[in-house]
């Protein structure tokens, strides 16, 4: 086990933004001191019992107990292993698949670091320089900070296979009821006195909106103001 976490230049405040679960775009800042045993902390997690609440209490259980060890419940979070509250995905319970493991920690780095395989579609080692660089400008990381973010990411990388394409993700559907056409009837009075009856018909239209697979809130407000602007204004 590690002692104590070092001081790191700049740590404060992004230890505040993961703590938030901040993302930029599909890039987390989430990282942790004790890349080199992440691997042990996903065997554990491959190999034993899902909690019901992944809590740092349950870290210990498993044999993680030293406080550098705390930052890997907000990088799992933000991988899409557990949910705010801390409760497993399905994610983490198709990681415990060993048959599927290596694919579902490539999905799970292709959501939450995303803006890294738009530079290079099958990042290595070889791109260290590069991908330090974009977490340096994306969270305005010190040297220090951005190789803690870079290594964090390729100890995960070392997890995962890129050889196969990512899953295709269902679309979320949201439907409006079922079209109705309402016929009405309206009284007319003519000058002579007649009253006559006029038929009209109103159209009520079902609109179906396919929502991407994304965590980028910005992709919903432009989706849902365009709505507002064309459809029912």
């Given amino acids: 086990m590690l002692s104590d976490p070092v001081e790191v230049e700049g740590a404060d405040e992004l230890e505040s933004a993961r703590k938030k679960g901040r993302l930029t775009m599909a890039l987390t800042n989430a990282y942790v001191q004790i890349y080199g045993q992440l691997k042990d902390v996903f065997q554990s997690i491959s190999e034993g019992q899902a909690p019901e609440k992944f809590t740092r209490q349950h870290l210990k259980d498993i044999g993680f107990g030293g406080s550098n060890y705390r930052a890997v419940i ?83 990388l070392a997890l995962a296979d890129l050889s196969e394409p990512p899953v295709a993700k269902k679309e979320e559907i949201v439907e409006v009821p079922t079209p109705k056409i309402e016929k009405t009837e309206k009284t007319e009075k003519r000058e002579d006195g007649a009253v006559t009856l006029q038929n009209r018909t109103s159209l009520h239209y079902n609109i179906q909106i396919h929502l991407p697979a994304t965590k980028d809130i910005e992709v919903f407000n432009a989706i849902f103001k365009a709505i507002k602007e064309h459809l029912l204004e």
């Fill in 74 to 156: 907000p990088l799992l979070k933000a991988i899409g292993f557990l949910s705010e509250d801390g409760t497993p995905t399905k994610r983490y319970h198709d990681y415990r698949n060993q048959a599927l493991a290596r694919r579902v920690m490539a999905e799970a780095l292709r959501d939450g670091y995303s803006d890294l395989f738009t530079i290079k579609s099958s990042p290595s080692p070889t791109d260290r320089d590069l991908i330090e660089g974009k977490f340096k400008s994306t969270f305005n990381a010190t040297p220090l900070t951005a190789k803690l973010m870079a290594s964090t990411f390729f100890a995960l």
